[in-house]
């Protein structure tokens, strides 16, 4: 099994950067794809990117494609999603995924078996 927990987010300005940070524990990050999604309030969970087991394959939503860059440090067992030029639209929750299974990530929320507890980022305008 694998445990991630979260760290990042808050509230920036339109315009402004923020980087989240997800580390797994209990089961090394190097074997296994990790992505990002988001749930805006009154929407469904969407997914924003994925990384593949050892980084070097990423996968963008068309929303935030040259805005967010998702990395991969499997030395730290830690998943980044560094996201600048944000939008009053890029408010919600963000949480990190897991998908054990497959090395290549997908962009499909039913994919990743583990989640994280949820980072708020609010974009004011």
């Known amino acids: 099994q694998v445990q991630l927990s979260q760290s990042g987010g808050g509230l920036v300005q339109a315009g402004g950067s923020l980087r989240l940070s997800c580390t797994a524990s209990?089961?090394?990050?190097?074997?296994?794809?990790m992505a990002w999604f988001r749930q805006a309030p009154g929407k469904e969970r969407e997914p924003v990117a994925g990384?593949?087991?050892?980084?070097?394959?990423?996968v963008y939503a068309e929303s935030v494609r040259g805005r967010f860059t998702i990395s991969k440090d499997n030395a730290l067992n830690t998943v980044y999603l560094q996201k600048s030029s944000l939008k009053p639209e890029d408010t919600a929750i963000y949480y990190c995924?897991?998908?054990?299974?497959?090395?290549?990530?997908?962009?499909?929320?039913?994919?990743?078996?583990?989640w994280g507890q949820g980072s708020q980022v609010t974009v004011s305008s």
């Open positions: 995924a897991a998908d054990i299974d497959r090395e290549y990530a997908t962009l499909n929320t039913n994919d990743y078996d583990y």
């Open positions: 209990r089961r090394t990050s190097s074997t296994y794809a």
């Open positions: 990384a593949s087991y050892n980084g070097g394959r990423t």
